[in-house]
C-alpha cells in the first residue's frame, strides 16, 4: 500500500497550485482522506479532510476559502487546489488515509503516509 503526493513547486505569493495523491496497492474509497503540513522545524500540522464524497470537507481556517480538497475514486486520487498562496504555506504537504475515528486534526488517527511534496512560495 503507497501514497504518493505529487505537484509541488516553487511558486510566487498568490500563485496557484494543485498537488495529487494518488493511492496503489488498495482502494481507500470507502475512508476520509486527508492533507497536512510541516514547514521546517515545526509539527506536522492539519490541512484539509475529504469524507467518502466530496459533499464532506473541513479545512484549517488558515487555508479556509483558499485551498479545494476533493477526490476522483474512480483514480484512486485525492487532490489540493491551493489558490492565493502565500509565503506562509511553504511546507512539505503529505496525505494521508485516516483510519481511525476521533479529531481530523490528529496526525495519530491517520495511516499510510505519503513521502510529502515540497511547495515553496517565494515573497
Known amino acids: 500500500v503507497q501514497l504518493q503526493a505529487s505537484g509541488g513547486g516553487l511558486v510566487q505569493t498568490g500563485d496557484s497550485l494543485r498537488l495529487s495523491c494518488t493511492t496503489s496497492?488498495?482502494?481507500?474509497?470507502?475512508?476520509?482522506m486527508g492533507w497536512f503540513r510541516q514547514a521546517p522545524g515545526k509539527e506536522r500540522d492539519f490541512v484539509a479532510v475529504i469524507g467518502v464524497s466530496d459533499g464532506y470537507t473541513i479545512y484549517a481556517d488558515s487555508v479556509k476559502g483558499r485551498f479545494t480538497i476533493s477526490r476522483d475514486n474512480a483514480k484512486n486520487t485525492m487532490y489540493l487546489e491551493m489558490n492565493s498562496l502565500k509565503p506562509e504555506d511553504s511546507a512539505v504537504y503529505y496525505c494521508?488515509?485516516?483510519?481511525?475515528?476521533?479529531?481530523?486534526?490528529?496526525?495519530?488517527?491517520?495511516?499510510?503516509w505519503g513521502q510529502g511534496t515540497l511547495v515553496t512560495v517565494s515573497s
Open positions: 494521508a488515509v485516516k483510519h481511525l475515528s476521533g479529531s481530523v486534526h490528529d496526525t495519530g488517527r491517520y495511516a499510510y
Open positions: 496497492g488498495r482502494s481507500f474509497s470507502y475512508y476520509m
